[in-house]
């Protein structure tokens, strides 16, 4: 696979500008060719928004900003009249919060219209929510059963996982990604307030990334994770169109419900990092475990970030150990790249456990057309990897990401509405 940042300068950093020349506007694609997991550059303005309406949901493709929440919540809806008008207003609400603006004053004996915690006029400030659903939804709806996407599925044990129960699941999922985190904070309880009545949150999980300004030549970098390591450098470039629908989008090739078509497959994990453990460990097997190095992120056989590592030509693993977690999650086999999936993770800081040790970690999601060939697949080639001395998963879930909204007429989760609506109800 060529790496990102090659194919980038390769096309002259052409590549993201031509991309949204054709279909301008559209959520899905950045005019600055920045890639989803390169650090945010420190230049963010809270009057730029990320538009809302297109054929996928925002917060995806989308460069990452310095901010993310995961919130899973379960859903109070009866009947699909419930669930559509579930789904009108947290549109119309998202509609309102990404683009900004000045929420309607009330009678003042009435609780005011917004928390104020922005001020009396709302910035976009790069605001994405995307909205997926999860399995349990469907599975306690008999009418949404017949439309549950094929290969959503509950959140199962991986042998190197402790999964908290408060921490996993939910019928849906809410991820919120912005410059500040108050915005996201902001956007959480807006939601929260409007849709009371149909939804509850089971856990919420706030996360950050490093702010790095760009390079003096314009370069810009991945960010780091909590173990210093730069995180991201091999995502497949967000900015290819044709590679995002690959690998990203579900269409017509992955024997799906065509309701769910323009979506996408999320993996959440809340993985714990053993800090203070990594802290003590020497930087050559922190390297090893990797596969990298850690101050550059270059690979073994290479010299900076965006080098691409060549295992044909180190088949016993005497450069980059056969183990090392980069090795295994891509072995960069002909059959492995049906594995690929994009990466967009956030980290964790959430003060200290019981045990006087520094809760620390990474919010890991990715998006992929195939949760099984994805994530899945990847999660079951990593199991028992050296890493895992260092890491523990505790929570997260598996959800599937509605299909964009395409303008104002339109509002998320239509197609599924829709194609319940649609379907006979069985006689009883
Ligand atoms: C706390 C847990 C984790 C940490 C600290 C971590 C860290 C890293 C780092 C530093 C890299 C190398 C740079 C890069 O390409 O981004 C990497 C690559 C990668 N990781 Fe992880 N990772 C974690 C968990 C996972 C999990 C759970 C998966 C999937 C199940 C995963 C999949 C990948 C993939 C696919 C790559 C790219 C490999 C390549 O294409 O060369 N990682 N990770």
């Known amino acids: ?10 096309l002259g ?32 303005d809270a009057a730029e928004s990320v538009p809302f309406y297109g054929p996928h949901q925002a917060g995806i493709v989308t460069p990452r900003p310095a901010n993310g929440i995961v919130a ?22 998202l509609a309102f919060l990404t683009r900004g603006g000045i929420p309607p004053e009330l009678d003042p004996r009435l609780p005011p219209s917004d928390s104020g915690i922005l001020g009396p006029v709302i910035p ?27 290969r959503l599925q509950r959140m199962t044990q991986f042998p190197n996982d402790a999964l908290d129960r408060e921490l996993c699941h939910g019928d849906m999922s809410l991820q919120f990604c912005a410059n500040l985190q108050d915005t996201n904070i902001h956007a959480l309880r807006d939601i929260m307030k409007t849709l009371a009545g149909f939804l509850v949150l089971r856990w919420v999980q706030e996360g950050d990334v490093p702010v790095i ?13 909590f ?73 073994f056989d290479g010299e900076t970030e965006s080098d691409v590592p060549d295992y044909t030509r180190d088949p016993a693993g005497t450069v980059t150990p056969l183990d090392a977690h980069i090795r295994l999650a891509n072995p960069r086999t002909p059959q ?63 959800f599937v990401v509605l299909p964009g909204v395409r303008d104002a007429g339109d509002y998320l989760g239509r197609s599924l509405v829709e194609a319940v609506r649609s379907t006979p109800t069985p006689p009883t």
């Not at 390079?215 to 780091?224: H, I, K, L, Q």
């Open 227 to 299: 173990l210093g390591f730069r995180d991201g450098s091999a995502n497949p470039d967000s900015n290819d169109a044709g590679l995002m629908a690959d690998i990203v989008w579900i269409d017509g090739r992955n024997d799906e419900p065509s309701w769910v078509h323009g979506g996408t497959y999320q993996a959440v994990r809340i993985i714990r990092n053993f800090v203070e453990r990594w802290d003590r460990t020497p930087l050559s097997e922190q390297e090893a475990i990797f596969g990298r190095r850690k101050a550059s992120g270059a690979p």
């Open 13 to 44: 950093g052409a590549g993201g500008a031509l991309a949204v020349a054709g279909r301008p506007g559209w959520a899905d694609e950045d005019a600055a060719g920045r890639q989803v997991a390169d650090a945010p550059t420190g230049h963010a």
């Open 336 to 398: 492995s790249r049906e594995n690929l999936m994009l990466r967009r993770p956030f980290n964790y800081s959430n003060g200290v456990t019981r045990a006087g040790q520094l809760d620390q970690g990474l919010l890991f999601i990715t998006y992929q057309a195939d949760l099984e060939k994805g994530f899945i697949a990847v999660q079951t080639r990593l199991n028992g990897e050296p890493l895992e001395e260092y890491i523990k998963p505790v929570g997260g879930g598996y």
């Open 1 to 10: 696979m060529t790496g990102r940042r090659q194919l980038l300068a390769g």
């Open 124 to 150: 976009p400030d790069n605001l994405t929510v995307t909205v997926g659903l999860g399995a349990s939804l469907f599975e306690r709806l008999p009418w949404l059963l017949p439309h549950m996407p094929r």
């Open 213 to 225: 300004p760009p390079n003096p030549d314009g370069t810009t970098e991945s960010a780091r994770n």
């Open 72 to 93: 899973a919540c379960d859903v109070v809806a009866g009947t699909p009249d419930e669930l559509e008008r579930m789904f009108r207003t947290l549109t119309q609400r």
